[in-house]
């Protein structure tokens, strides 16, 4: 069999297979025949009615309501189903007015990073049960979206074990990026003098700092019950940071002065306690603005199972307000336990 190219079969096949000669003899009656010139058949042949010819690419098209190539082209039921739900979900998120890169981000997003931003880590988990009120598929529709806009990274991290044999446990816990973090900064929804952080910096430590958010939340309740509002947060990334300026600049000012007394100075200047010659910092010191003028600040302190009598003792005496997870309460240690004191001011969340 000759090979064939599928264009020849939409071509009249009629001129291979007999003369011109014998096909103007055809067209013509027996009486009128007149020689016709190859031009003029060639001409004639064109004006005549198209014929049908089979074509194996095409599809059949029962009831003629679309072409046979339209028909192979169209889309299927279940691709249409999800281009409309596509289409919904680009024209409800357009209803947010884009910000400074271009993105619609709605409400839950915003809020989102600007949590995620001023506790620098949040674990999944938490922002699922109280940001999303346990919508846990809404989240991470969200937090895709954001992921794919480079404005998040999510991180899989291992738990403490603190040397307990059972299997290490796994959590996702969700940081800014820097294209995010200078998004939030210019959003305009920050109170004053709010930092913001991105990047993972100390995995080993992550469990514990994530941490740091639950606490704020059972102090927050607290706050606004009083009437606090316009809440701020300090992690201990920039108190530290505070500590050590102040220190250098009283230092240099007065190379002469007792290294006691400069530390005295800066602790009370930045209302803080010195235990055993050591400025005490907390986790986190949430400042806010009181009802009747003023403002008021709330030192906490996130402690673990990891953490030393002689660590928590100190953290007791600086007045912070202790929080411990709830697993980790039975982990504390005998000598911790018996210290009445010290367990009396510990919070559970």
Request: glycine residues 6%.
């Amino acid at each position: 069999m000759d090979s064939q190219s599928p264009l020849d079969y939409s071509r009249d096949r009629s001129l291979e297979r007999e003369p011109i000669s014998d096909l103007s003899d055809v067209s013509r009656p027996a009486a009128e025949a007149t020689p016709l010139s190859r031009e003029a058949h060639i001409l004639e042949l064109r004006n005549q009615a198209t014929r049908a010819v089979f074509n194996p690419r095409q599809r059949a098209n029962p009831g003629g309501s679309m072409p046979p190539v339209e028909r192979a082209t169209a889309p299927k039921p279940h691709e249409r189903s999800q281009d409309i739900a596509r289409t919904e979900r680009r024209k409800q998120r357009n209803l947010e007015q884009a910000n400074e890169v271009g993105l619609q981000l709605r409400p839950e997003e915003r809020k989102l990073l600007v949590e995620v931003g001023k506790f620098r880590v949040i674990a999944v988990a938490d922002l699922a049960r109280f940001l999303y009120n346990g919508e846990d598929g809404r989240l991470k529709r969200d937090l895709a979206y954001l992921r794919q806009n480079k404005l998040v990274d999510i991180h899989v991290l291992h738990a403490r074990r603190d040397g307990r044999a059972e299997d290490a446990r796994r959590f996702d816990a969700v940081t800014l990026t820097k294209a995010a973090r200078k998004l939030v900064e210019q959003s305009g929804e920050l109170p004053g003098e709010q930092s913001v952080y991105a990047g993972l910096v100390k995995p080993r430590e992550a469990e514990h700092d994530s941490q740091i958010y639950r606490a704020y939340l059972k102090e927050l309740s607290k706050i606004e019950r009083e009437g606090g509002r316009n809440p701020r947060v300090k992690l201990d990334f920039e108190l530290k940071a505070n500590v050590q300026r102040a220190v250098y600049q009283a230092r240099k000012a007065n190379l002469d002065r007792e290294i006691s007394d400069v530390k005295s100075e800066v602790a009370q200047q930045l209302n803080l306690s010195v235990i055993n010659n050591k400025i005490v910092v907390p986790d986190a010191r949430i400042e806010y603005d009181l009802p009747g003028g003023g403002s008021g600040q709330v030192d906490i302190e996130v402690a673990t199972s990891a953490y030393r009598h002689s660590h928590l003792a100190g953290k007791a005496r600086a007045g912070f307000r202790m929080y411990v997870p709830n697993g980790d309460i039975g982990r504390l240690g005998a000598a911790v336990q018996d210290d009445h004191d010290i367990m009396s001011e510990i919070l559970d969340f």
